[in-house]
Structure formats: C-alpha cells, structure tokens
T-cell receptor
Framework: DTAVSQTPKYLVTQMGNDKSIKCEQN?????MYWYKQDSKKFLKIMFS???????INETVPNRFSPKSPDKAHLNLHINSLELGDSAVYFC?????????????FGPGTRLTVT | AQSVAQPEDQVNVAEGNPLTVKCTYS??????LFWYVQYPNRGLQFLLK??????LVKGSYGFEAEFNKSQTSFHLKKPSALVSDSALYFC??????????????FGGGTRLMVKP
C-alpha cells in the first residue's frame, strides 16, 4: 500500500493557468507538508499543516494556496502559473509536528510550465 | 537560522569499499539531524536520525552516521557499499530552538555513485 500518494505524477501546463496537485496519506498522521525541489535538487519547505490547520507558511507567493479538507489530505492549488514554478513538488507527512518524528514523502509531482 | 552544507556534489565509490557522505550544520541551539535518500523518480526515504543520546546512530540498509558536536558534522557512512546504494542523499537539520511545525532545512544533496 502506498503510504503517501500524489496526483498527478506529471503536469505540463502553460503560463497563466491554474492547476492543483492532490496529496493523500494513509498513515494516520496528523501533520502534512509541501516541499519544492528545483532543477538543482535543492529542497525547500513550503507549507506545513497539523490537523488541517496551517502551522508553517514559508516565503511562498500567495498564488500558492494549500487546502486540507481533512487530516489525510493536503492539496496544493497554484494560480497564474509562472515559468519559475517549474519544479518537482513533494508532499510529506509525519505523525506529529515535532522533530522526533521523521517525515514520509510522496513520489513527487513534476510540474512543467511552458 | 539553521543551515546545512553537503560539500560534495558527488561521491564515487567502488562496490565493497566503505563510503562516507559528508554533512555539516549550523544551528543556534542543539541540533536534530536526519539523513534521507532519494532514488531516481522517487520521493525521499528516511534513513536515520540523531535526536539525543549515543553519537553513533544506526539506520536502514546498513547505514550509520556519527554526530560530532565539536565539528558540527553528521557524516553518513557504510562499511561496504552496494551498487544499489547509488542515489541522491540529503542531510537535514532542525534547531531545537526552532519554531513550531517540524521545519527541516535540507542540504543540497550528494549523489552517490557505486561502481561494480
């Protein structure tokens, strides 16, 4: 069984479009995250949610809006896509928002903006 | 602010030889340290972590890492490399005095190539 799943795996779209990436975890974890990995493999946290509530919002343009309908899901909606948004986006989860719990990552969504 | 440095973009090792992937960190307080591995087209997988206690931490797939506070390092090691260990390795740190939310700062990654 897949612990953390993301859809779609690949997403190719044009500048200015709006798109969403979905994430689901079946681990019963309380905390979920979104990360962005750029072309140089640099990985940076974007958001962190605990029990459907936002607890971290790093310096991310407000075109990015996470939504957590329940604690098993954390979706990422991106408005007015730009070329610089091209990256691999990873969803992750952990049992709780404390550092003693490791994070489990999804397989990633490769977003290409043309 | 917390930061992590992985000084080597790539490490090449022959199969059967010991391997070391280097990581140094900077935090204002005591660190929590992690190693993750990323195989091609896959998400990151947790390998091991240092929270407190014994400086030598053992993890998955025969990997271990040694926490060295004086050198602010947390190098990943394995006594005998396998070709299947070839992947991208990330070191990550969290400051014990950091804000809420379990925010990890990742290093830039080191590609490990194990040749037969």
């Amino acid at each position: 069984d897949t612990a953390v799943s993301q859809t779609p795996k690949y997403l190719v779209t044009q500048m200015g479009n709006d798109k969403s990436i979905k994430c689901e975890q079946n681990l019963g974890h309380d905390t979920m995250y979104w990360y962005k990995q750029d072309s140089k493999k640099f990985l940076k946290i974007m958001f962190s949610y605990n029990n459907k509530e936002l607890i971290i919002n790093e310096t991310v343009p407000n075109r990015f809006s996470p939504k957590s309908p329940d604690k098993a899901h954390l979706n990422l909606h991106i408005n007015s896509l730009e070329l610089g948004d091209s990256a691999v986006y990873f969803c992750a989860s952990s049992q709780a928002p404390t550092v003693t719990y490791e994070q489990y990552f999804g397989p990633g969504t490769r977003l290409t903006v043309t | 602010a917390q930061s992590v440095a992985q000084p080597e973009d790539q490490v090449n090792v022959a199969e059967g030889n010991p391997l070391t992937v280097k990581c140094t960190y900077s935090v204002s307080g005591n660190p929590y340290l992690f190693w993750y591995v990323q195989y091609p087209n896959r998400g990151l997988q947790f390998l091991l972590k240092y929270i407190t206690g014994d400086n030598l931490v053992k993890g998955s797939y025969g990997f271990e890492a040694e926490f060295n506070k004086s050198q602010t390092s947390f190098h990943l090691k394995k006594p005998s490399a396998l070709v299947s260990d070839s992947a991208l390795y990330f070191c990550a740190v969290r400051d014990i005095n950091g804000n809420a939310g379990n925010m990890l700062t990742f290093g830039g990654g080191t590609r490990l190539m194990v040749k037969p």
